[in-house]
């Protein structure tokens, strides 16, 4: 019951804790490790940059097609995913996470375990948070409830949001729902951070979960078995909730449900065999348009701070008309828009 792992940093301002970074990563990783099982070495690249934003965002390297849905649409999985389940880097990719930080976030960050000081934010939780979206908890709706690309693409957890009349939206994994003891609400009610995370407001008990907007200086955040509880669902190899053994008996490994059909890496190479139907368009990330966003509080002001922070795909049109899905199968890996809402330090206790 784990995974072996790797970390590459790429430091464009000669950050001084650069090792301490990297510590805080490796022991989110090792966190992870501990739950879930894997073949090969996860490779995580640890970019640290001055970008212009005050935040750090989170995601998988590529995204991979991986059949259809009951519906029809084509299901994507994470690269993430693929790498712990077949061992395999896909071609053309040299990591399969990507995490940014960006110069202003960093000195917030609090490093150690030693009691994280009010003002400051445990940079292992912040890893944490970002690697539950790069192991799953990501997908194609905007912010705005509107599907991209017209709803062709879903991830896995978006096969599990259930969304209703009055605005709500809730998980509906069966795992998660066993866990939680119903389905699970999902962030609906923020300008920036919609359906890919949990809790909406200081009064929802889950506003102290890893993966709720909101986050708190002065303390960690730990991995719930909720958060590893929906990672099971969308097909993260966990292996174990509070002892539980989800393996069979003849398997150490979970296996994957179905063999990607193919993927394009940023080079815009393909892997042998793909056939792509009518190549020329790209996804991309969009930093501003996605429904994935951290929202910051203060305690002192009780005031809300929105700015961006995670990712949903959103396609650039090469050949065909714009906003509208390639007619190729490929998804291609993401580029970041470092185009964010900025926060200085000083307006108090942020994430």
Do not use: C
């Not at 139907?277 to 910051?296: L, Q």
């Amino acid at each position: 019951m784990s995974f072996n792992y790797s970390v590459n940093i790429n430091d464009t301002i000669g950050y001084p804790d650069e090792d301490r970074l990297v510590s805080a990563l490796n022991e989110a990783l090792a966190d992870f490790s501990g739950h879930m099982s894997g073949k090969g070495t996860l490779v995580t690249q640890l970019n640290i940059g001055d970008a212009g934003a005050s935040r750090a965002d989170g995601s998988s390297t590529i995204f991979l097609t991986n059949g259809l849905t009951a519906g029809g649409q084509t299901l994507v999985q994470l690269g993430s995913i693929d790498t712990l389940l077949t061992g395999q880097h896909r071609q053309g990719t040299a990591s399969d996470i990507t995490i940014n930080l960006d110069r202003a976030y960093l000195p917030v960050l609090h490093f150690g375990d030693d009691p994280v000081p009010d003002g400051r934010v445990d940079a292992a939780s912040v890893f944490r948070h970002e690697l539950q979206h790069a192991f799953g908890m990501t997908g194609y709706i905007q912010n705005d409830g509107v599907a991209l690309s017209n709803g062709t693409y879903m991830t896995a957890f978006d096969t599990f949001i259930d969304r209703h009349a009055d605005g709500s939206a809730f998980f509906t994994g069966p795992t998660a729902e066993r866990i939680y003891g119903g389905a699970v609400p999902l962030t609906t009610t923020s300008d920036t951070e919609n359906f890919y995370h949990l809790a909406n407001g200081l009064s929802d008990v889950l506003v102290h979960d890893l993966m709720t907007g909101v986050y708190f200086s002065g303390r960690t955040y730990e991995i719930s078995n909720l958060d590893l509880a929906i990672l099971k669902d969308v097909g993260a190899p966990v292996t174990d909730l509070d002892g539980v053994d989800f393996r069979p008996a003849s398997q150490t490994v979970a296996k994957p449900s179905a063999t990607p059909d193919s993927e394009t890496p940023s080079s815009g190479t393909h892997d042998s065999g793909a056939t792509p139907d009518s190549p020329g368009n790209t996804a991309s990330i969009d930093w501003n348009a996605i429904g994935a966003a951290m929202t910051h509080y203060n305690e002192a002001t009780g005031q809300w701070w929105n700015g961006s922070f995670d990712a949903l795909l959103t396609w650039e049109a090469g050949t065909g008309a714009s906003n509208q899905a390639p007619a190729q199968t490929d998804v291609a890996s993401p580029t970041e828009d470092w185009n964010a809402t900025q926060h200085s330090p000083d307006t108090g206790p942020w994430l």
